[in-house]
Each structure stands twice: as structure tokens, then as C-alpha cells.
């Protein structure tokens, strides 16, 4: 059973950061792509962030880009989502995602202007 756990999230004053975390068990985070999206109240689900199996390649939505890093600690089975210069406007439950396929529960993010 593929379970992936995120947390790190919490409320955070604009300019600061915050580094999510999303443990995956039941795969190995080494053989997938894996993606952090987001969804805002009354919004649709975003892509935020995806990282390929080795950690080589990466690419980020426009909002985030410059601003946020994700990376992966496949001896840990671990993807992060270092998170900085944050803004009201990134307010939403993040999820962890495992091969396009598989979800966490969320964690939610809260920037106060």
C-alpha cells in the first residue's frame, strides 16, 4: 500500500519560509517522479514542483519559480519543498504526489499579510 505523509506546514508571516516534507512508504521515491501541488480555497488543483526519479531534473510552476526548491533524499525516501519569500498568494493545502498516480493528505500552508 503506497502511503506518502506530508508535513512542515503552518502559519507563516509574508517573506518568510517554510520547508515542507512528504515521506513516501510502500515505493521508492528513486524509481518516481515526484511533484508537489497546491489548491486554494475555491480553487482547482495546481502543479507546483515536480523532481524526476534521481533528483537530476526539476521544474516549477511561474508563480513559484525562484522561490521555491524541491529536492529529494532518496536514501530517506523523502521529497521536500524548501519554500521562501512566501506571499498571501501561496495560501493552500499542499500534496505530496508520487508518479502522477498517488496523493498525500495535505498539509495546509497559511502566509498573513
Known amino acids: 500500500q503506497v502511503q506518502l505523509v506530508e508535513s512542515g506546514g503552518g502559519l507563516v508571516q509574508a517573506g518568510g519560509s517554510l520547508r515542507l516534507s512528504c515521506i513516501a512508504s510502500g515505493i521508492s521515491s528513486s524509481f518516481y517522479d515526484m511533484a508537489w501541488y497546491r489548491q486554494a480555497p475555491g480553487k482547482q488543483r495546481e502543479l507546483v514542483a515536480t523532481i524526476t526519479p534521481e533528483g537530476g531534473v526539476t521544474a516549477y510552476a511561474d508563480p513559484v519559480r525562484g522561490r521555491f526548491t524541491i529536492s529529494k533524499d532518496n536514501a530517506k525516501n523523502t521529497v521536500y519543498l524548501q519554500m521562501s519569500s512566501l506571499k498571501p498568494e501561496d495560501t493552500a493545502v499542499y500534496y505530496c504526489?508520487?508518479?502522477?498516480?498517488?496523493w498525500g493528505q495535505g498539509t495546509q500552508v497559511t502566509v498573513s499579510s
Open positions: 504526489n508520487a508518479n502522477f498516480q498517488w
